[in-house]
């Protein structure tokens, strides 16, 4: 429900008013990528950012999605032929299994489905569902969102032009787990020019404080990047989030990241073995308005561009 406070922001704030025509309404489809991007980027940080002479890491993000497109872009982000192309660079044992890909909700057929299992669409960001037991879930819930997902074309919200031409279906893949942790953590790797830089850890998804996102170096050394801080956390307990198989994931990491300016690839690590999570060229889509000015700022710089040389 629409709050006054809400409607009184869209009315009076042009920024605000900008982002909501533009996810919720899919408005401004006239607009070239340049200026919709820098109409956008203002929005988030209260600046327009120069696109000529980018500095900070979601600048250079916005430069690379217009200026860096390749066909092999479009396989990598979606979430289908992805597997294909992971199992091809990698082999197939870093693969979660797929159960079944469809073009409708409704061509599912869900008693050829496990207990658990998990929904997504293969052409977007957010579009999940998690089924634990399928004796008891919301399945009309589930349908709105992935109908939902499946109706827009994931390129006009940030002109992420990878996902352009995807093709809008849902996936089903093995539900993972390792029976220890409850909430399953995934690891972010993200790399520039082909090395990784920094991991994100992201965790307690579906706990009452919401999630929670911290970043260490290669190394495994805590990196203060994001705005928001955490007072309850030990620098020993985030040790605990290590992952036996870290050196494993740098390694694979850098070989999906050759030859590319900036991708960050995404593993799972479950009772001691690794998993492919997904690929992603632009981290937030380059509107990261969570991490601190000086990390920006030090992505940036580590970021090359071929404008850099």
Same mark, same amino acid.
């Given at each position: 429900?629409?709050?006054?406070?809400?409607?009184?922001?869209?009315?009076?704030?042009?920024? !605000?008013?900008?982002?909501?025509?533009?996810?919720?309404?899919?408005?401004?489809?006239?607009?070239?990528?340049?200026?919709?991007?820098?109409?956008k980027?203002?929005?988030?940080?209260?600046?327009?950012?120069?696109?000529?002479?980018?500095?900070?890491?979601?600048?250079?993000?916005?430069?690379?999605?217009?200026?860096?497109?390749?066909?092999?872009?479009?396989?990598?982000?979606?979430?289908?032929?992805?597997?294909?192309y992971?199992?091809?660079?990698?082999?197939?044992?870093?693969?979660?299994?797929?159960?079944?890909?469809?073009?409708?909700?409704?061509?599912?057929?869900?008693?050829?489905?496990?207990?658990?299992?998990?929904?997504?669409?293969?052409?977007?960001?957010?579009?999940?569902?998690?089924?634990?037991?399928?004796?008891?879930?919301?399945?009309d819930?589930?349908?709105?969102?992935?109908?939902?997902?499946?109706?827009?074309? !994931?390129?006009?919200?940030?002109?992420e032009?990878?996902?352009?031409?995807?093709?809008?279906?849902?996936?089903?893949?093995?539900?993972?787990?390792?029976?220890?942790?409850?909430?399953?953590?995934?690891?972010?790797?993200? /790399?520039?020019?082909g /090395?990784?830089?920094?991991?994100?850890? /992201?965790?307690?998804?579906?706990?009452?404080?919401?999630?929670?996102?911290?970043?260490?170096?290669?190394?495994?050394?805590?990196?203060?990047?994001?705005?928001?801080?955490?007072?309850?956390?030990?620098?020993?307990?985030?040790?605990?989030?290590?992952?036996?198989?870290?050196?494993?994931?740098?390694?694979?990491a %850098?070989?999906f990241?050759?030859?590319?300016?900036?991708?960050?690839?995404?593993?799972?690590?479950?009772?001691?073995?690794? !998993?492919?999570?997904?690929l992603?060229?632009?981290? %937030?889509?380059?509107?990261?308005?969570?991490?601190?000015?000086?990390?920006?700022?030090?992505?940036?710089?580590?970021?090359?561009?071929?404008?850099?040389?």
């Amino acid at each position: 429900m629409v709050t006054i406070r809400k409607l009184f922001r869209y009315l009076y704030d042009s920024d !605000y008013r900008f982002l909501i025509n533009s996810y919720r309404f899919g408005m401004y489809k006239g607009m070239s990528d340049e200026a919709y991007l820098k109409r956008k980027f203002k929005a988030c940080f209260g600046y327009v950012p120069d696109l000529e002479n980018p500095r900070t890491f979601n600048e250079k993000l916005q430069w690379l999605k217009l200026h860096d497109r390749k066909d092999i872009y479009t396989t990598m982000v979606d979430k289908y032929e992805a597997k294909k192309y992971v199992g091809h660079v990698i082999g197939e044992k870093y693969v979660i299994p797929t159960l079944g890909v469809w073009d409708h909700f409704d061509d599912i057929d869900f008693s050829k489905l496990p207990m658990s299992f998990v929904l997504k669409c293969t052409h977007d960001s957010g579009s999940v569902v998690l089924v634990r037991d399928k004796n008891h879930w919301d399945k009309d819930a589930a349908k709105k969102l992935l109908e939902r997902g499946l109706s827009r074309n !994931y390129y006009w919200s940030g002109r992420e032009w990878p996902y352009k031409n995807v093709k809008p279906r849902i996936i089903a893949e093995a539900y993972m787990g390792d029976g220890v942790i409850a909430d399953l953590r995934d690891f972010k790797l993200q /790399c520039f020019n082909g /090395c990784v830089d920094n991991i994100l850890v /992201c965790t307690d998804r579906f706990s009452s404080k919401g999630v929670r996102y911290f970043y260490f170096d290669r190394d495994w050394n805590f990196l203060p990047y994001t705005k928001e801080k955490y007072d309850d956390i030990d620098l020993n307990v985030l040790n605990r989030f290590k992952p036996q198989n870290l050196a494993l994931m740098i390694s694979l990491a %850098e070989v999906f990241s050759a030859g590319f300016p900036e991708l960050r690839v995404d593993f799972y690590e479950i009772n001691g073995k690794v !998993y492919f999570g997904e690929l992603t060229f632009y981290s %937030e889509g380059g509107f990261d308005n969570t991490i601190t000015r000086e990390a920006d700022v030090a992505m940036g710089e580590k970021l090359k561009l071929p404008i850099d040389a």
